[in-house]
C-alpha cells in the first residue's frame, strides 16, 4: 500500500471494456489499472486515483483537470485509441514539463502528433492479461516512476520546444475548493455496484445507480450501453416497452453511424427479442444487419456464432426455396471462420491465462454441431463441461443447441 510520501498519481484512461478498432478486440481497462498501474504506482510510493475514484460533486470535468494540473505524476494509457486520453495527454503536456508517462498496449498505433513521446508497452490479452505479462509491465511502470521523480528531466514535448515557458500552478485557495468538493461516493463506485445489480439480474436496480453516473459523467459510451442493457433486460414495465426504451436510447450512442461493436452488439440482442415478442421479419432483419456489422468490425467468436444462428432463423422461415438454401450455406460458412477463430485462440500460449476459457470451448461445440460434425461438437462439449464451474453456463450452451436442433431439422441442404 501507499504510503502517499512521494504524492499522488493521476490516471489517464478509460474504464470498463474499450473496443480497439485496429484489432477488433475488446480490451477490459480496469484490468490494465487495477492490476498493473496502481499496484506500481502504489509500490513507488505515490497515491494513485483514477478519474472514477475521485470523491466529488458535480459532473467529472472539475476535478479531472485540477488532478491535471495538480498530480506529481500523471501516467496515461493511450490503449484503444482513446481520445479523451489523447487530450488528458495533451493538456497535461501544456500544464506540466514532466513527470508524465504514456503507455499502451502493444498494438497502438499512436498518431504522428505524440511521436516525441515514449510510449511503454504491454501486452493486453482482451478480456484478461497474463500474469507474467502484469509482473513484467507492473516492474517496467514502477522503476520508470522512480526514474522520473528522481530526475529533472522534461517529457512533455511542449515544454522541451518551449523552453523558457513558465507553467502555471495550484495555488491553494483552488486546493481548498477541491477538498471542498468532494462527496461520499465515486463514479467508480457506482459503477460496480451497478455492474454487481447487473450481475445478479437486478436490472431496475442497476440501471438506477447508471443513470446516476451519467449524470456525473455524461456522454461516456460504457455507461450508456450499460444504461441501454439494463434497460432491455429489466423488462419494465413490461417486455415490449422496455425494448423499445432502449432501442430509443441507442440514439444517444450514434446507432446509425457508429462502429462500435459492443453498441451493434446491443441493438442485434434487441432487435433479436422485438422480433421474437412481435414476429415482425424487419426486427430479425436488423438484428441481422447490427450483428453482421459488429461481427466484420470485431471478428469475434461471439458475434459470429449469433449471426450465424440468425442466418439459419431467416433461412428456416423463408417462403424462397432458394433463398433459404443460400441463408444456410452463410450460416455454415460464418461458422468455419468461428471455428478458425476459437481454434486460434485455443493454440494460443496464453489460452489458460483467459477467462472465457469456456466459452470458446462451446461456441465450438456449437460451431460444429451446426455443421452437424457429430464428432467434433461431442468432443468440444465435454472439454466446455470439464472447464465450466457455473450450472448456468451448461445451461445456456443447452438451450442454445436445442433451438439450433429444430433449425437444423428444417434445413433445405438435408
Known amino acids: 500500500m501507499a504510503d502517499s510520501s512521494r504524492g499522488t498519481c493521476f490516471v489517464i484512461m478509460g474504464y470498463g471494456i474499450k473496443t480497439d478498432y485496429a484489432t477488433g478486440r475488446n480490451l477490459n481497462l480496469d484490468k490494465t ?19 472514477d475514484e475521485i470523491k466529488h460533486s458535480g459532473t467529472i470535468d472539475v476535478p479531472m483537470y485540477k488532478s491535471l494540473i495538480s498530480a506529481d505524476v500523471v501516467i496515461a494509457d493511450l490503449s484503444t485509441n482513446n481520445s479523451n486520453a489523447f487530450y488528458e495527454l495533451g493538456v497535461r503536456h501544456a500544464l506540466k514539463p514532466k513527470t508524465t508517462v504514456a503507455i499502451g498496449e502493444r498494438e497502438l498505433k499512436p498518431p504522428f502528433d505524440v511521436n516525441h513521446t515514449v510510449i511503454h508497452q504491454y501486452e493486453h490479452l482482451g478480456s484478461d492479461i497474463g500474469y507474467d505479462e502484469v509482473l513484467r509491465f507492473k516492474q517496467e511502470l514502477k522503476e520508470t516512476i522512480d526514474k522520473i521523480l528522481n530526475t529533472q528531466d522534461v517529457d512533455s514535448p511542449v515544454y522541451t520546444y518551449l523552453n523558457d515557458l513558465n507553467p502555471p500552478y495550484f495555488n491553494e485557495q483552488m486546493e481548498a475548493e477541491s477538498k471542498a468538493e468532494s462527496s461520499n461516493e465515486t463514479l467508480g463506485e457506482l459503477i460496480e455496484q451497478a455492474i454487481s445489480k447487473l450481475d445478479n439480474d437486478e436490472f431496475i436496480s442497476a440501471k438506477s445507480l447508471l443513470e446516476y453516473a451519467n449524470e456525473i459523467d455524461p456522454h461516456n459510451e460504457y455507461i450508456l450501453q450499460k444504461i441501454v442493457l439494463a434497460t432491455y433486460k429489466s423488462e419494465s414495465p413490461d417486455r415490449l416497452s422496455s425494448l423499445n426504451e432502449a432501442l430509443n436510447m441507442l440514439d444517444s450512442l450514434n446507432l446509425k453511424n457508429t462502429t462500435d461493436p459492443e453498441t451493434l452488439g446491443l441493438a442485434g ?19 441481422i444487419s447490427n450483428y453482421e456489422k459488429g461481427f466484420y468490425i470485431k471478428n469475434d467468436y461471439y458475434n459470429g456464432i449469433n449471426l450465424a444462428y440468425l442466418y439459419n432463423l431467416k433461412g428456416s422461415i423463408s417462403h ?8 444456410y450455406i452463410i450460416a455454415n460458412r460464418i461458422r468455419r471462420r468461428v471455428i478458425d477463430i476459437c481454434q486460434s485462440h485455443h493454440q494460443s500460449d496464453t489460452f489458460e491465462e483467459r477467462d472465457d476459457k469456456y466459452w470458446i470451448m462451446a461456441t465450438l461445440a456449437e460451431a460444429y454441431y451446426g455443421l452437424e460434425d457429430e ?21 445456456t450452451t443447452n438451450e442454445q443447441i436445442s433451438k439450433l436442433k429444430s433449425l437444423l431439422e428444417k434445413s433445405p441442404l438435408n
Open 375 to 395: 464428432f467434433e461438437y461431442e468432443m468440444y462439449k465435454r472439454k466446455a463441461d470439464q472447464i465450466s464451474t457455473e450450472n448456468w453456463e451448461q445451461a
Open 320 to 327: 424462397d426455396h432458394n433463398q433459404s438454401i443460400a441463408d
Open 269 to 287: 440482442a434487441i432487435h433479436k427479442r422485438l422480433w421474437e415478442t412481435l414476429n415482425d421479419e424487419k426486427h430479425l432483419l436488423e438484428s
Open 33 to 51: 489499472y487495477k492490476n498493473i498501474i496502481k499496484p506500481a504506482a502504489e509500490e513507488a510510493g505515490l497515491n494513485c486515483v483514477r478519474a
